[in-house]
Structure formats: structure tokens, C-alpha cells
């Protein structure tokens, strides 16, 4: 059977210099894609760079990923100024604005004033009470029951008479003490000292044990120290140490 002059005699059979296809283009049918050169060696001098698959990666000049940078046609945001976080920082920022300043108060409530002079006669009764109080007779016989002490006094050379005195003395210094001790405290509280105000509550609170068995003048004493803290704790002198403290804090002196 002959072949037509026209027809090649083996249609399957590629010419023999095929043209490579062009950057992009797929590869006619039968023709085998020029083969990239292994990992790790560079092209052939003078070799065609093609894409091994046949394919344009970007033929249409869009974003590789399919994807607009701006999908929702948003306009982009203005530059942060410098110094400034481009994001919120979720907490609320709080309005701008002119608020007054805490004042120092003036005008001393009066039950301040009743606490002062309260607990300044609680320091003098409870002086009047250590010094008066002081009975060196009854003190001399409750001392003739203790054999032991007597017998002590003896070995270190001071009379009855001697130790009494110095124990009176002691009373009237440690009484000063104590009186210096209400004053000051009278005075801190008046200021509107919180501070002050806590400790007088605590000496009143442990002072209330000495009702018990004790004479008419440190018994009004105490009371009369009881009744300043309480006038110390109101509420129109609990404002004014409020307000002093809030005074203090914002920097009034």
C-alpha cells in the first residue's frame, strides 16, 4: 500500500527540530516540554527558561493568590502620626476636659472640736487620777504581806520610805508621758489626721479593761476618752479628714 507524497510516513513521529513552545504557551500534542535542569545546577547557556508545567503563573497580571488587597473597597487608612498606636488599646480613653481639683477644706467641723477638748480631759483626769490615787499607806501594808520583798529591800540598802518615794516619783513622770500622749493625739485628730484618729481608738478600745476595779477619776478618764473617739468617728468629721486626705494626695498642704 503506498503512502501519499503529502503524508508523512509516521504521523506519530515529532519533526525532527521541533520549536519549543513559547514563555507561557502549552506544549503541542505529542511534543515532551523541554525538561528544567536538576535541583542545584544552573540552565544551559543559551536554553529557553520556560515554566516546566506549561504554564503562565500571572498570565493576567492579577495577584498570584486570587485575592484583592483591598476586597471590600475600603480606602487605606492615613499614616499613624509617630508616636502613636495604629490600633486601639481597649481601654476608654477618658474625655478631655477641665475638672476641679480637690480643695484643702477651711471650715472645721465641730465635732473635731468637741473630740480635742474631750480627750485633753481625758489626759488631765487620768493624771489627776495617777496622782492623787497614789496612797502610800495603803501601799506600805499591802508591801508588809510580801515577807520576800521586804527582805529585798533590805539587801540593797533602801527603806520602805525610800522605795515609796521613788514609786511616786515614777507615777508623776509616767502620768506626764501619758498626758503628752493625749495632747498629741487631740491635736493630730483636730487636724484631721486619720492616722491619729486610729491610735486614739486603739488606746480608748484597751483602756476600757482599767473599769474594772478602778478609782472614780481614771474611770471618768477613760470614759472621757471613749466619748472623743467617738466624736472623732461622725460623719461631718469623717467628711473633713476624707477631704484633707484627697487635699493631701492631690498636693495641697
Known amino acids: 500500500m503506498s503512502t501519499p507524497e503529502n503524508e508523512p ?21 505529542g511534543q515532551n516540554p523541554p525538561v528544567p535542569p536538576p535541583y542545584g545546577q544552573a540552565p544551559q547557556p543559551g536554553a529557553p527558561q520556560q515554566n516546566p508545567y506549561g504554564q503562565n503563573p500571572n498570565p493576567y497580571g492579577q495577584n498570584p493568590y486570587g485575592q484583592n488587597p483591598n476586597p471590600y473597597g475600603q480606602p487605606p487608612q492615613a499614616p499613624t502620626p509617630y508616636g502613636q498606636q495604629p490600633y486601639g488599646t481597649g481601654f476608654p480613653v477618658p474625655p478631655q476636659g477641665n475638672f476641679p481639683a480637690p480643695q484643702m477644706p477651711t471650715e472645721r467641723p465641730k465635732e473635731l472640736d468637741i473630740a480635742f477638748w474631750v480627750i485633753i480631759a481625758a489626759g488631765v ?28 529591800l533590805q539587801a ?17 513622770v509616767f502620768s506626764v508621758i501619758s498626758l503628752a500622749i493625749y495632747v498629741l493625739l487631740a491635736f493630730m485628730i483636730r487636724k484631721g489626721s486619720n492616722v491619729a ?38 460623719r461631718p468629721a469623717s467628711a473633713y479628714i476624707a477631704a484633707r486626705r484627697a487635699a493631701r494626695a492631690a498636693g495641697y498642704r
Open 9 to 29: 510516513e509516521n504521523p506519530q513521529t515529532p519533526p525532527a527540530n521541533p520549536t519549543p513552545p513559547q514563555y507561557g504557551q502549552v506544549a503541542p500534542q
Open 125 to 152: 483626769l487620768s493624771v489627776l487620777g495617777a496622782v492623787i490615787g497614789f496612797d502610800a499607806n495603803l501601799i506600805r501594808q499591802q508591801l508588809a504581806t510580801v515577807p520576800e520583798l521586804d527582805q529585798q
Open 156 to 172: 540593797t540598802g533602801m527603806s520602805i520610805d525610800a522605795f515609796l518615794s521613788f514609786l511616786h516619783t515614777m507615777i508623776i
Open 197 to 234: 484618729r486610729i491610735f486614739a481608738t486603739v488606746f480608748a478600745a484597751l483602756s476600757v479593761f482599767g473599769l474594772l476595779g478602778g478609782t472614780l477619776l481614771s474611770i471618768l478618764s477613760i470614759l472621757a476618752g471613749v466619748v472623743g473617739v467617738v466624736f472623732a468617728w461622725l
